[in-house]
């Protein structure tokens, strides 16, 4: 686009300034729910290092406990990392928004040469910005595979506990219809 298009048309300006604001939006956004996330994780560290003092537990249940904790403590980790490449995106998508509008604002003033040369800044700080994204959407991505896990480890075990405690449990499985010998 050529710098007289742009100061021609109020709608050309409009949309090189409203991408970076909406993509910058939406970093906040994710910034947000990542900082809850940090917060959630660390609540549940807590309750770990609770159960932790309760006394003496049989070898499986302190096992597991020490895979919960480590699970969790690289849950941790992999939140900060992406609230790092969150914040990253949050800040090129910012200077894209404010480059892009300075750029609007001097091409009339100044010519071509700022032109490009702001548009070019626009455009390398946009692409960080998804790069920030992408890397910070990856870790949130490995985060929430380690909750899963210990979700389904504790409700493993909840099942398994509840069985026990159910007088018979354990007979009625082999006595259903349809149920192997």
């Known amino acids: 686009m050529e710098p007289t298009t742009l100061a021609q048309s109020p709608f050309a300006a409009l949309t090189f300034i409203a991408a970076p604001a909406l993509l910058t939006n939406a970093s906040s956004v994710l910034a947000l729910s990542t900082i809850n996330r940090m917060l959630r994780t660390r609540d549940r560290m807590h309750e770990l290092f609770a159960k932790s003092e309760g006394g ?60 490009r040369l702001l548009a070019g800044l626009g455009v390398v700080l946009g692409f960080i910005g998804v790069g920030g994204l992408v890397f910070g959407s990856a870790s949130l991505f490995q985060a929430t595979q380690l909750s899963l896990i210990n979700i389904r480890e504790e409700a493993t075990l909840i099942r398994e506990r509840q069985g026990q405690r159910r007088p018979g449990a354990a007979g009625r499985a082999e006595a259903e219809p349809g149920a192997k010998p």
Request: glycine share 4%; aromatic share 12%; net charge positive.
């Open 56 to 115: 003496r537990q049989p070898e499986t249940d302190a096992a597991r406990l020490i895979q919960q904790v480590d699970r969790v403590e690289k849950q941790a980790a992999l939140l900060l990392r992406a609230l790092y490449s969150i914040y990253l995106a949050l800040a090129a998508f910012a200077g894209a928004t404010f480059v892009t509008l300075l750029g609007t604002v001097l091409v009339p003033f100044q010519g071509a040469i700022w032109f």
